[in-house]
Protein backbone atom coordinates (compact mmCIF):
# COMPACT_ATOMS: atom_id res chain seq x y z
CA UNK A 1 0.00 0.00 0.00
CA UNK A 2 1.25 4.01 -0.65
CA UNK A 3 1.45 5.85 2.38
CA UNK A 4 -1.33 8.29 1.40
CA UNK A 5 -1.38 11.65 3.61
CA UNK A 6 -5.14 12.08 2.82
CA UNK A 7 -7.93 11.04 4.12
CA UNK A 8 -6.58 11.67 7.66
CA UNK A 9 -8.97 11.53 10.41
CA UNK A 10 -10.79 14.31 11.04
CA UNK A 11 -12.86 14.14 13.71
CA UNK A 12 -12.06 15.55 16.96
CA UNK A 13 -13.18 11.91 19.05
CA UNK A 14 -11.25 11.02 22.05
CA UNK A 15 -8.11 9.03 20.38
CA UNK A 16 -6.42 6.07 22.73
CA UNK A 17 -2.99 8.21 22.63
CA UNK A 18 -2.47 11.98 22.12
CA UNK A 19 1.52 12.43 21.43
CA UNK A 20 3.27 15.65 21.85
CA UNK A 21 6.29 15.38 19.39
CA UNK A 22 7.56 14.30 15.83
CA UNK A 23 11.36 13.20 16.85
CA UNK A 24 12.26 9.57 16.62
CA UNK A 25 10.81 9.10 20.31
CA UNK A 26 7.19 10.74 19.28
CA UNK A 27 6.91 8.65 16.03
CA UNK A 28 8.42 5.78 16.73
CA UNK A 29 5.31 5.50 19.65
CA UNK A 30 3.34 7.03 16.94
CA UNK A 31 4.16 3.55 14.61
CA UNK A 32 3.89 0.93 17.09
CA UNK A 33 0.98 2.61 18.70
CA UNK A 34 -1.28 2.74 15.66
CA UNK A 35 -0.21 -1.00 14.99
CA UNK A 36 -1.78 -1.99 17.98
CA UNK A 37 -4.76 -1.24 16.72
CA UNK A 38 -4.91 2.32 18.98
CA UNK A 39 -6.04 5.49 17.43
CA UNK A 40 -3.31 7.86 17.52
CA UNK A 41 -2.50 11.88 17.17
CA UNK A 42 0.74 12.89 16.93
CA UNK A 43 1.39 16.55 16.83
CA UNK A 44 4.71 18.39 15.84
CA UNK A 45 5.38 22.26 15.83
CA UNK A 46 7.93 21.99 12.63
CA UNK A 47 8.80 19.39 10.60
CA UNK A 48 9.27 15.94 11.68
CA UNK A 49 12.87 15.31 13.02
CA UNK A 50 13.51 19.32 12.68
CA UNK A 51 15.15 19.13 15.88
CA UNK A 52 17.67 16.69 17.91
CA UNK A 53 16.42 13.53 15.25
CA UNK A 54 18.31 14.77 12.39
CA UNK A 55 20.92 16.32 14.18
CA UNK A 56 22.38 13.02 15.04
CA UNK A 57 25.90 11.21 14.35
CA UNK A 58 23.30 8.80 12.58
CA UNK A 59 24.63 5.77 13.65
CA UNK A 60 23.15 2.32 15.14
CA UNK A 61 25.48 1.64 17.74
CA UNK A 62 26.03 0.17 21.27
CA UNK A 63 28.03 2.97 22.47
CA UNK A 64 31.23 1.59 22.95
CA UNK A 65 32.46 4.51 25.54
CA UNK A 66 29.56 4.31 27.54
CA UNK A 67 30.91 0.96 28.76
CA UNK A 68 33.65 3.00 30.20
CA UNK A 69 30.52 4.38 32.40
CA UNK A 70 29.07 0.90 32.98
CA UNK A 71 26.12 1.02 31.17
CA UNK A 72 25.81 -2.17 30.05
CA UNK A 73 21.85 -2.39 30.20
CA UNK A 74 21.67 0.19 27.60
CA UNK A 75 24.62 -0.68 26.07
CA UNK A 76 23.42 -4.36 25.86
CA UNK A 77 20.00 -3.26 24.86
CA UNK A 78 21.29 -1.18 21.91
CA UNK A 79 24.15 -3.67 20.47
CA UNK A 80 21.23 -6.31 20.34
CA UNK A 81 18.73 -3.47 18.61
CA UNK A 82 21.46 -2.92 15.42
CA UNK A 83 20.61 -5.89 13.60
CA UNK A 84 16.97 -5.74 14.48
CA UNK A 85 16.60 -2.63 12.86
CA UNK A 86 18.95 -3.24 9.97
CA UNK A 87 16.66 -6.06 8.90
CA UNK A 88 13.50 -3.39 9.15
CA UNK A 89 15.17 -0.87 7.43
CA UNK A 90 18.15 -1.88 4.82
CA UNK A 91 17.35 0.56 2.39
CA UNK A 92 18.45 3.66 4.98
CA UNK A 93 20.85 1.40 7.63
CA UNK A 94 23.83 -0.67 6.67
CA UNK A 95 26.79 -2.17 8.39
CA UNK A 96 30.27 -0.19 8.89
CA UNK A 97 33.24 -1.62 10.25
CA UNK A 98 35.04 1.22 12.10
CA UNK A 99 38.47 1.95 13.01
CA UNK A 100 39.67 2.83 15.79
CA UNK A 101 43.55 3.63 16.00
CA UNK A 102 45.40 2.52 18.99
CA UNK A 103 47.14 6.21 20.38
CA UNK A 104 50.34 5.51 22.44
CA UNK A 105 49.87 7.74 25.66
CA UNK A 106 45.95 7.17 25.46
CA UNK A 107 43.87 4.08 26.38
CA UNK A 108 46.32 1.14 26.86
CA UNK A 109 45.94 -1.79 23.90
CA UNK A 110 44.45 -4.40 26.91
CA UNK A 111 42.10 -1.88 27.72
CA UNK A 112 40.37 -1.24 24.32
CA UNK A 113 40.48 -5.20 23.75
CA UNK A 114 38.72 -5.90 26.52
CA UNK A 115 36.03 -2.95 25.63
CA UNK A 116 36.08 -4.44 21.96
CA UNK A 117 35.87 -8.05 23.07
CA UNK A 118 32.56 -7.07 25.35
CA UNK A 119 31.06 -5.01 22.50
CA UNK A 120 31.36 -8.07 20.71
CA UNK A 121 29.82 -10.33 22.78
CA UNK A 122 27.18 -8.61 25.10
CA UNK A 123 24.40 -8.13 22.63
CA UNK A 124 25.47 -11.22 20.12
CA UNK A 125 25.48 -10.68 16.76
CA UNK A 126 24.46 -12.73 13.49
CA UNK A 127 25.11 -9.91 10.77
CA UNK A 128 27.90 -7.97 11.76
CA UNK A 129 31.54 -9.10 12.22
CA UNK A 130 33.41 -9.52 14.92
CA UNK A 131 36.59 -6.82 16.26
CA UNK A 132 39.99 -7.58 13.96
CA UNK A 133 43.32 -6.55 14.38
CA UNK A 134 44.54 -3.90 11.75
CA UNK A 135 48.12 -3.10 10.82
CA UNK A 136 47.94 0.28 9.66
CA UNK A 137 51.09 0.57 8.03
CA UNK A 138 49.52 -1.91 5.48
CA UNK A 139 45.84 -1.66 5.74
CA UNK A 140 44.16 1.11 3.70
CA UNK A 141 42.36 2.63 6.64
CA UNK A 142 46.02 3.45 7.49
CA UNK A 143 46.73 5.37 4.48
CA UNK A 144 45.59 8.95 5.54
CA UNK A 145 46.93 8.74 9.21
CA UNK A 146 50.55 10.19 10.58
CA UNK A 147 53.15 7.45 10.06
CA UNK A 148 52.71 7.24 14.07
CA UNK A 149 49.52 4.97 14.02
CA UNK A 150 50.22 1.40 13.93
CA UNK A 151 48.08 -0.55 15.31
CA UNK A 152 44.13 -0.22 15.07
CA UNK A 153 40.82 -2.23 15.79
CA UNK A 154 37.93 -2.91 13.42
CA UNK A 155 34.95 -3.49 14.57
CA UNK A 156 31.45 -3.33 13.41
CA UNK A 157 28.55 -0.75 14.01
CA UNK A 158 25.79 0.56 11.65
CA UNK A 159 24.59 4.21 9.96
CA UNK A 160 21.75 5.21 9.80
CA UNK A 161 19.78 8.04 7.94
CA UNK A 162 18.16 9.63 11.25
CA UNK A 163 15.68 11.85 9.80
CA UNK A 164 13.82 9.37 7.12
CA UNK A 165 14.13 7.14 10.23
CA UNK A 166 11.66 9.34 11.41
CA UNK A 167 9.47 10.41 8.22
CA UNK A 168 8.89 6.70 7.58
CA UNK A 169 7.72 5.69 11.03
CA UNK A 170 5.15 8.87 10.99
CA UNK A 171 4.31 7.61 7.32
CA UNK A 172 4.11 3.51 8.39
CA UNK A 173 2.13 5.25 11.47
CA UNK A 174 -0.38 6.75 9.04
CA UNK A 175 -0.62 4.38 7.06
CA UNK A 176 -1.97 2.44 9.82
CA UNK A 177 -4.50 4.92 10.57
CA UNK A 178 -2.70 7.22 12.89
CA UNK A 179 -3.27 11.23 12.10
CA UNK A 180 0.02 12.98 11.99
CA UNK A 181 -0.07 16.63 12.25
CA UNK A 182 3.38 18.47 11.41
CA UNK A 183 3.25 22.75 11.88
CA UNK A 184 0.76 22.02 15.11
CA UNK A 185 2.01 23.42 18.36
CA UNK A 186 0.43 22.18 21.52
CA UNK A 187 -0.17 25.37 23.12
CA UNK A 188 -2.07 24.36 25.99
CA UNK A 189 -3.38 20.98 27.69
CA UNK A 190 -5.91 20.57 30.28
CA UNK A 191 -6.52 17.22 32.77
CA UNK A 192 -10.31 16.42 32.85
CA UNK A 193 -11.79 13.47 34.86
CA UNK A 194 -11.11 10.94 32.44
CA UNK A 195 -9.62 12.79 29.32
CA UNK A 196 -6.83 15.14 28.16
CA UNK A 197 -7.86 18.31 26.45
CA UNK A 198 -5.26 19.54 24.28
CA UNK A 199 -5.26 22.64 22.31
CA UNK A 200 -2.95 22.57 19.57
CA UNK A 201 -2.31 25.93 16.90
CA UNK A 202 -1.18 25.59 13.35
CA UNK A 203 1.55 27.53 12.94
CA UNK A 204 0.79 28.72 9.41
CA UNK A 205 -2.48 30.19 9.73
CA UNK A 206 -3.04 30.66 13.51
CA UNK A 207 -6.08 28.30 13.76
CA UNK A 208 -6.71 26.71 16.82
CA UNK A 209 -7.97 23.49 17.46
CA UNK A 210 -9.32 21.12 20.50
CA UNK A 211 -8.50 17.82 20.78
CA UNK A 212 -9.40 15.31 23.19
CA UNK A 213 -7.60 12.09 24.07
CA UNK A 214 -7.06 8.69 27.39
CA UNK A 215 -3.64 9.10 27.28
CA UNK A 216 -0.85 12.11 26.70
CA UNK A 217 2.35 11.26 25.59
CA UNK A 218 4.50 14.00 26.20
CA UNK A 219 7.67 12.99 23.69
CA UNK A 220 9.07 16.38 22.82
CA UNK A 221 13.22 15.62 23.61
CA UNK A 222 14.62 18.52 24.97
CA UNK A 223 11.34 20.16 25.68
CA UNK A 224 9.64 17.67 27.70
CA UNK A 225 10.12 19.63 31.21
CA UNK A 226 9.37 22.98 29.29
CA UNK A 227 6.41 21.73 28.19
CA UNK A 228 5.53 19.96 30.98
CA UNK A 229 6.00 22.66 33.46
CA UNK A 230 4.74 25.83 30.96
CA UNK A 231 2.54 23.75 28.63
CA UNK A 232 0.77 21.22 31.09
CA UNK A 233 1.32 23.50 34.08
CA UNK A 234 2.48 20.45 36.77
CA UNK A 235 5.59 20.37 38.74
CA UNK A 236 8.13 18.08 38.51
CA UNK A 237 11.12 16.71 40.19
CA UNK A 238 12.90 15.31 37.07
CA UNK A 239 14.87 17.65 34.66
CA UNK A 240 16.68 16.88 31.86
CA UNK A 241 20.50 17.69 31.01
CA UNK A 242 20.61 19.50 27.89
CA UNK A 243 24.07 18.85 26.24
CA UNK A 244 25.03 20.31 22.91
CA UNK A 245 26.84 18.29 20.24
CA UNK A 246 28.15 19.46 16.89
CA UNK A 247 29.56 18.22 13.64
CA UNK A 248 30.87 19.63 10.71
CA UNK A 249 31.16 18.44 7.48
CA UNK A 250 34.34 18.93 5.30
CA UNK A 251 34.84 17.68 1.80
CA UNK A 252 35.84 13.90 1.83
CA UNK A 253 38.97 13.01 3.39
CA UNK A 254 40.08 9.71 2.19
CA UNK A 255 39.27 7.61 -0.90
CA UNK A 256 37.86 4.47 1.37
CA UNK A 257 34.36 3.62 3.25
CA UNK A 258 35.76 2.99 6.42
CA UNK A 259 34.83 5.77 9.28
CA UNK A 260 37.10 6.02 12.34
CA UNK A 261 36.43 6.30 16.27
CA UNK A 262 39.06 8.75 17.30
CA UNK A 263 39.81 8.65 20.95
CA UNK A 264 41.45 12.57 22.33
CA UNK A 265 43.36 13.40 25.39
CA UNK A 266 40.07 14.47 27.18
CA UNK A 267 38.63 11.32 27.26
CA UNK A 268 36.24 12.04 24.67
CA UNK A 269 35.98 10.08 21.38
CA UNK A 270 35.03 11.73 17.81
CA UNK A 271 34.46 10.35 14.92
CA UNK A 272 35.13 10.79 11.11
CA UNK A 273 32.67 9.08 8.68
CA UNK A 274 32.31 9.04 4.98
CA UNK A 275 29.27 11.06 3.87
CA UNK A 276 26.86 11.21 0.99
CA UNK A 277 30.16 10.20 -1.28
CA UNK A 278 31.73 13.29 -1.47
CA UNK A 279 31.91 14.54 2.13
CA UNK A 280 33.21 13.03 5.30
CA UNK A 281 31.54 13.92 8.62
CA UNK A 282 33.28 14.77 12.13
CA UNK A 283 31.33 14.96 15.67
CA UNK A 284 30.75 15.47 17.65
CA UNK A 285 31.34 17.70 20.51
CA UNK A 286 29.84 17.51 24.34
CA UNK A 287 29.07 20.80 25.55
CA UNK A 288 25.86 22.13 28.32
CA UNK A 289 23.62 23.93 26.65
CA UNK A 290 22.66 27.22 28.68
CA UNK A 291 20.01 28.63 26.36
CA UNK A 292 16.95 27.33 24.73
CA UNK A 293 16.43 24.68 22.68
CA UNK A 294 15.15 26.37 19.69
CA UNK A 295 18.97 28.41 19.75
CA UNK A 296 21.37 25.71 18.27
CA UNK A 297 24.22 25.91 16.71
CA UNK A 298 28.09 25.27 16.49
CA UNK A 299 30.22 28.08 17.48
CA UNK A 300 33.79 29.19 16.40
CA UNK A 301 35.35 26.97 19.43
CA UNK A 302 33.90 23.75 18.75
CA UNK A 303 34.65 23.82 14.87
CA UNK A 304 38.74 24.39 16.07
CA UNK A 305 38.27 21.62 18.73
CA UNK A 306 36.96 19.42 16.29
CA UNK A 307 39.48 20.30 13.32
CA UNK A 308 42.44 19.89 16.00
CA UNK A 309 40.71 16.72 17.22
CA UNK A 310 41.17 14.90 13.69
CA UNK A 311 44.44 16.75 12.63
CA UNK A 312 46.35 15.29 15.72
CA UNK A 313 45.48 11.70 13.73
CA UNK A 314 45.09 12.76 9.87
CA UNK A 315 48.18 13.52 7.70
CA UNK A 316 46.81 16.29 6.05
CA UNK A 317 45.17 18.68 8.82
CA UNK A 318 41.13 19.86 9.04
CA UNK A 319 40.84 23.18 9.22
CA UNK A 320 37.80 25.45 9.54
CA UNK A 321 38.33 26.93 6.37
CA UNK A 322 37.23 23.63 4.90
CA UNK A 323 34.33 22.93 6.56
CA UNK A 324 31.49 23.52 4.32
CA UNK A 325 28.37 22.83 6.73
CA UNK A 326 28.07 22.32 10.18
CA UNK A 327 24.92 21.16 12.09
CA UNK A 328 24.20 21.23 16.01
CA UNK A 329 21.21 19.35 18.02
CA UNK A 330 20.80 19.13 22.18
CA UNK A 331 20.95 15.78 23.76
CA UNK A 332 18.04 15.88 25.98
CA UNK A 333 19.75 13.38 28.43
CA UNK A 334 17.83 12.79 31.99
CA UNK A 335 19.71 14.44 34.44
CA UNK A 336 21.38 11.77 36.53
CA UNK A 337 23.54 14.59 38.41
CA UNK A 338 26.58 13.24 36.42
CA UNK A 339 29.60 15.74 37.20
CA UNK A 340 30.06 16.02 33.41
CA UNK A 341 28.15 16.51 30.07
CA UNK A 342 29.89 13.25 28.64
CA UNK A 343 29.30 11.50 32.00
CA UNK A 344 25.80 11.85 31.90
CA UNK A 345 23.66 9.14 31.63
CA UNK A 346 22.35 8.03 27.96
CA UNK A 347 19.93 5.93 29.60
CA UNK A 348 16.12 6.75 28.83
CA UNK A 349 13.63 7.38 31.84
CA UNK A 350 9.93 6.92 31.24
CA UNK A 351 7.79 8.88 33.91
CA UNK A 352 4.07 8.14 34.01
CA UNK A 353 1.58 10.09 36.01
CA UNK A 354 -1.49 8.39 36.37
CA UNK A 355 -3.25 10.34 38.98
CA UNK A 356 -6.09 10.98 36.45
CA UNK A 357 -6.01 10.32 32.65
CA UNK A 358 -2.04 8.74 32.26
CA UNK A 359 0.89 11.24 31.33
CA UNK A 360 4.15 9.61 29.90
CA UNK A 361 7.18 11.79 29.87
CA UNK A 362 9.74 10.64 27.70
CA UNK A 363 13.03 11.51 29.12
CA UNK A 364 16.42 11.00 27.30
CA UNK A 365 16.89 8.10 24.51
CA UNK A 366 18.79 7.13 21.45
CA UNK A 367 18.19 6.76 17.98
CA UNK A 368 18.99 3.24 18.37
CA UNK A 369 16.97 2.60 21.30
CA UNK A 370 13.62 4.17 19.49
CA UNK A 371 11.61 1.14 19.15
CA UNK A 372 12.76 -0.42 22.19
CA UNK A 373 11.32 2.92 24.21
CA UNK A 374 8.01 2.80 22.22
CA UNK A 375 7.83 -0.99 23.29
CA UNK A 376 8.58 0.05 26.98
CA UNK A 377 6.44 3.34 26.72
CA UNK A 378 3.37 1.52 25.40
CA UNK A 379 3.96 -1.54 28.04
CA UNK A 380 3.60 1.09 30.43
CA UNK A 381 0.81 1.89 29.30
CA UNK A 382 -0.64 -0.77 29.35
CA UNK A 383 -1.90 -1.17 25.74
CA UNK A 384 -1.53 -4.16 23.66
CA UNK A 385 1.53 -6.51 22.35
CA UNK A 386 5.02 -5.71 20.85
CA UNK A 387 4.77 -6.61 17.49
CA UNK A 388 7.47 -4.01 15.32
CA UNK A 389 10.76 -5.85 15.52
CA UNK A 390 11.87 -6.84 12.20
CA UNK A 391 9.01 -5.42 10.39
CA UNK A 392 9.97 -3.84 7.65
CA UNK A 393 9.62 0.45 7.59
CA UNK A 394 7.89 1.80 3.79
CA UNK A 395 10.14 0.31 1.28
CA UNK A 396 12.19 -1.68 3.45
CA UNK A 397 11.25 -5.06 2.28
CA UNK A 398 13.88 -6.55 1.02
CA UNK A 399 17.35 -8.78 2.66
CA UNK A 400 19.47 -6.31 5.12
CA UNK A 401 22.12 -7.29 2.03
CA UNK A 402 19.78 -6.68 -0.75
CA UNK A 403 20.62 -3.25 -1.52
CA UNK A 404 23.11 -3.95 -4.55
CA UNK A 405 20.83 -6.27 -6.18
CA UNK A 406 17.86 -3.85 -5.67
CA UNK A 407 20.15 -0.58 -7.66
CA UNK A 408 20.62 -3.00 -10.30
CA UNK A 409 17.09 -4.30 -10.68
CA UNK A 410 16.16 -0.64 -11.10
CA UNK A 411 18.91 0.48 -13.39
CA UNK A 412 17.24 -2.39 -15.59
CA UNK A 413 14.40 -0.89 -15.21
CA UNK A 414 15.06 2.45 -15.69
CA UNK A 415 17.78 2.39 -18.01
CA UNK A 416 18.11 6.20 -17.72
CA UNK A 417 18.86 6.11 -14.32
CA UNK A 418 23.07 6.55 -13.69
CA UNK A 419 24.35 4.35 -10.75
CA UNK A 420 24.34 6.71 -8.23
CA UNK A 421 21.10 8.57 -8.54
CA UNK A 422 19.81 4.62 -8.73
CA UNK A 423 21.35 4.17 -5.58
CA UNK A 424 20.96 7.56 -4.01
CA UNK A 425 16.89 6.35 -4.74
CA UNK A 426 17.12 2.88 -3.45
CA UNK A 427 18.83 4.03 0.02
CA UNK A 428 15.82 6.87 0.33
CA UNK A 429 12.88 5.12 -0.85
CA UNK A 430 14.14 1.36 -0.99
CA UNK A 431 11.45 -0.75 -2.62
CA UNK A 432 8.96 2.31 -3.03
CA UNK A 433 11.29 3.89 -5.79
CA UNK A 434 9.67 2.14 -8.35
CA UNK A 435 6.35 3.85 -7.21
CA UNK A 436 8.18 7.21 -7.11
CA UNK A 437 9.31 6.59 -10.77
CA UNK A 438 6.13 5.23 -12.19
CA UNK A 439 6.21 4.72 -15.60
CA UNK A 440 9.07 7.19 -16.53
CA UNK A 441 11.27 5.86 -19.67
CA UNK A 442 13.19 9.24 -19.71
CA UNK A 443 14.00 11.51 -17.62
CA UNK A 444 11.85 14.48 -18.73
CA UNK A 445 8.98 12.02 -17.93
CA UNK A 446 10.10 13.05 -14.28
CA UNK A 447 9.25 16.60 -14.73
CA UNK A 448 11.13 19.55 -14.00
CA UNK A 449 15.24 19.50 -13.20
CA UNK A 450 15.79 20.78 -10.11
CA UNK A 451 19.79 19.14 -10.45
CA UNK A 452 21.87 16.66 -8.52
CA UNK A 453 19.02 14.10 -10.01
CA UNK A 454 16.46 15.80 -7.68
CA UNK A 455 13.40 15.58 -9.86
CA UNK A 456 9.81 17.47 -9.50
CA UNK A 457 7.80 13.82 -8.98
CA UNK A 458 10.43 13.18 -6.36
CA UNK A 459 9.04 16.43 -4.80
CA UNK A 460 6.10 15.73 -5.36
CA UNK A 461 6.62 11.94 -3.56
CA UNK A 462 7.86 14.02 -0.46
CA UNK A 463 4.88 16.16 -0.44
CA UNK A 464 2.25 13.93 -1.01
CA UNK A 465 3.81 10.57 0.99
CA UNK A 466 6.41 11.86 3.02
CA UNK A 467 4.66 15.02 4.83
CA UNK A 468 7.28 17.28 3.30
CA UNK A 469 6.01 21.24 2.76
CA UNK A 470 9.09 23.02 2.40
CA UNK A 471 12.14 23.47 0.21
CA UNK A 472 14.25 22.53 3.85
CA UNK A 473 11.84 19.68 4.90
CA UNK A 474 13.14 18.06 1.61
CA UNK A 475 17.09 19.09 1.10
CA UNK A 476 17.92 18.71 4.77
CA UNK A 477 15.66 16.35 6.45
CA UNK A 478 13.88 13.75 3.46
CA UNK A 479 17.14 13.93 2.15
CA UNK A 480 20.21 15.70 2.05
CA UNK A 481 20.59 17.14 -1.44
CA UNK A 482 20.95 20.77 0.14
CA UNK A 483 24.59 20.08 0.50
CA UNK A 484 25.26 19.73 -3.04
CA UNK A 485 22.67 22.31 -5.17
CA UNK A 486 23.16 25.89 -5.54
CA UNK A 487 21.41 28.65 -3.63
CA UNK A 488 19.60 29.06 -6.68
CA UNK A 489 18.43 25.47 -7.03
CA UNK A 490 17.37 25.25 -3.30
CA UNK A 491 15.25 28.65 -3.51
CA UNK A 492 13.91 26.61 -7.02
CA UNK A 493 12.96 23.74 -4.73
CA UNK A 494 11.42 26.38 -2.09
CA UNK A 495 9.89 27.64 -5.21
CA UNK A 496 7.97 24.47 -6.13
CA UNK A 497 6.43 23.91 -2.96
CA UNK A 498 4.82 27.16 -2.35
CA UNK A 499 3.37 26.98 -5.97
CA UNK A 500 5.43 29.33 -7.54
CA UNK A 501 6.80 28.81 -11.50
CA UNK A 502 9.24 25.62 -12.08
CA UNK A 503 12.53 25.15 -13.74
CA UNK A 504 12.34 22.94 -17.14
CA UNK A 505 12.25 19.61 -17.91
C1 LIG B 1 24.98 15.50 18.59
C2 LIG B 1 24.15 14.28 18.83
C3 LIG B 1 24.56 13.08 18.28
C4 LIG B 1 23.79 11.93 18.51
N1 LIG B 1 24.15 10.78 17.89
C5 LIG B 1 23.43 9.66 18.07
C6 LIG B 1 23.77 8.48 17.37
O1 LIG B 1 24.68 8.45 16.54
N2 LIG B 1 23.04 7.37 17.63
C7 LIG B 1 22.01 7.37 18.51
O2 LIG B 1 21.43 6.30 18.72
N3 LIG B 1 21.60 8.49 19.13
C8 LIG B 1 22.30 9.65 18.92
N4 LIG B 1 21.91 10.81 19.54
C9 LIG B 1 20.72 10.82 20.39
C10 LIG B 1 19.44 10.99 19.57
O3 LIG B 1 19.64 11.84 18.48
C11 LIG B 1 18.32 11.55 20.44
O4 LIG B 1 18.22 10.82 21.64
C12 LIG B 1 16.96 11.48 19.75
O5 LIG B 1 17.02 12.05 18.47
C13 LIG B 1 15.92 12.21 20.58
O6 LIG B 1 14.69 12.13 19.92
P1 LIG B 1 13.36 12.78 20.53
O7 LIG B 1 12.25 12.32 19.68
O8 LIG B 1 13.30 12.47 21.97
O9 LIG B 1 13.61 14.35 20.45
P2 LIG B 1 13.52 15.35 19.19
O10 LIG B 1 14.04 14.74 17.95
O11 LIG B 1 14.16 16.63 19.61
O12 LIG B 1 11.97 15.54 18.99
C14 LIG B 1 11.16 16.31 19.85
C15 LIG B 1 10.18 17.07 18.99
O13 LIG B 1 9.21 17.69 19.82
C16 LIG B 1 8.77 18.85 19.14
N5 LIG B 1 8.05 19.73 20.08
C17 LIG B 1 8.57 20.38 21.15
N6 LIG B 1 7.60 21.09 21.76
C18 LIG B 1 6.44 20.88 21.08
C19 LIG B 1 5.10 21.35 21.22
N7 LIG B 1 4.73 22.20 22.21
N8 LIG B 1 4.16 20.92 20.32
C20 LIG B 1 4.51 20.07 19.32
N9 LIG B 1 5.77 19.61 19.14
C21 LIG B 1 6.74 20.00 20.01
C22 LIG B 1 10.07 19.45 18.61
O14 LIG B 1 9.83 20.35 17.54
C23 LIG B 1 10.84 18.20 18.20
O15 LIG B 1 10.75 17.92 16.81
C24 LIG B 1 22.65 11.99 19.31
C25 LIG B 1 22.23 13.22 19.84
C26 LIG B 1 22.97 14.36 19.57
C27 LIG B 1 22.51 15.67 20.09
Not at 128 to 142: D, I, K, S, V
Not at 253 to 267: E, K, M, N, S, T
Not at 290 to 309: G, K
Amino acid sequence: MLASLAPQRRTNEPVDLFIIGGGVNGTGIARDAAGRGLSVTLAEKGDLAQATSSASSKMFHGGLRYLEYYEFRLVREALREREVLLEAMPHIAWPMRFVLPYHAGLRAKPILRLGLFLYDHLGGRDILPATRTLNLRHAPAGQPLKPGYTTGYEYSDCWVQDSRLVALNAVDAAERGATILTRTKVIGVRRGEALWEIDVEDVETGAQTLHRAHRLVNATGPWVADVLTNTLGMETKEHVRIVRGSHIVVPRLYDHDHPYILQGADGRVVFVIPYEHDFTLIGTTDHDHDASPDEVHCTDEEVAYLCDFVSEYFARPVTPDDVVWSYSGVRPLYDDGASSAQAATREYVLSLDANGPPLLNIFGGKITTYRKLAEAALEKLGLGQPWTARVPLPGGDFPWDGAPALVRALQDSYPFLTPRWAERLVHSYGTKARALLGTARQPEDLGAAFGATLTEAELRWLRDHEFARTGDDALWRRTRLGLVLTEAERAAVDDWFKGKRTPKA
